[in-house]
């Protein structure tokens, strides 16, 4: 890349950046209410994010062959088992991931 594409990118970035932070306030001002399916979005996506993250990481399990997705289920347990204490998305998420890079790596 030449200087002055670099210099382009880079400035294309931080407009991308800068408009995803600022427009939801321009949108969205501090006076008005906010929008009923701005709150049902903030409800709903959380849970299907996640729902998402739990097909695709379960997609290529097979249980016909190799650990026969052992390693997968304990870490769904451990991923179950965390949120359901703690209730923290990123501390369940967490868990389970070392919990199944630990037993793929050591056990399996």
Known sequence: ????EQM??????VLGTVLTRFLPFLIFPAGKPTPRYVWYLGKVLPPAVFGLLV???LKNVSLF???????EIVSIGVVVGLHRWRRQMLV??????ACYMLL???VF
Not at 1 to 4: I, K, L, Y
Not at 8 to 13: D, H, L, R, S
């Open 65 to 71: 062959a190799g650990s026969r997705g052992v390693p």
């Open 55 to 57: 097909v695709y990481c």
């Open 92 to 97: 369940s998420i967490a868990g389970g991931t």
């Open 1 to 4: 890349m030449t200087f002055t």
């Open 8 to 13: 382009i990118t880079i400035g294309m970035v």
């Open 104 to 106: 793929v790596q050591v």
